[in-house]
């Protein structure tokens, strides 16, 4: 019988240097996304002298997440540590539509009606929901943005959709 739970003799597939494969697997995913970062800053503007350029604070961050998660790499072949577990895609599926939808509904819905669908499309994220506190909450935030963004900050974003203001 193993000592780690849910896997048994022969069952694991991960080489046996590894013994902690979700930071081993966590470590390489963020040296990936700085890699990527490095790429993406690749034709912006360094640094000259003292004065900063446009790609230099993303080469930077990007610098750092390439150490923090070589660090993380290594932490997961010299110590022990918990296993892969399995990835919930709800949240960052619902979460991920509810920015798609309000990028797609701002122009033609306006700021009150997408803002309020984002909210409750991001709420579809977890089974926890309780409908009435989020239709509660999602008015009160839709209220907040529809009188900081205008109003407050000045910005000029339509508030209701178009075929009702003409």
Not at 82 to 97: E, H, K
Not at 121 to 141: F, H, K, N, Q, Y
Request: charged share 10%; net charge neutral; hydrophobic share 50%.
């Amino acid at each position: 019988m193993s000592d780690r739970p849910g896997h048994g003799e022969g069952q694991s597939m991960m080489p046996t240097w590894v013994r902690s494969p979700q930071d081993f697997f966590g470590g390489i995913a963020l040296m990936a996304i700085a890699l990527f970062a490095f790429w993406a800053s690749s034709d912006l503007q360094g640094m000259h002298g003292f004065s900063f350029g446009a790609g230099t604070a993303p080469r930077m961050f990007a610098g750092l997440l390439l150490g923090l998660g070589f660090a993380i790499t290594v932490v997961g072949i010299l110590t022990e540590g918990a296993q892969l577990a399995a990835y919930a895609w709800r949240g960052p599926l619902f979460v991920s539509l509810s920015i798609l939808s309000f990028a797609i509904t701002i122009r033609p819905l306006g700021l009150v009606v997408s803002a309020f669908a984002s909210f409750m499309i991001s709420a579809l994220g977890t089974p926890e929901t309780r409908w009435r506190e989020t239709i509660i909450v999602g008015v009160c935030l839709t209220i907040g943005c529809s009188l900081l963004f205008p109003y407050a900050l000045g910005l000029p974003l339509q508030l209701f959709p178009r075929f009702l203001i003409q």
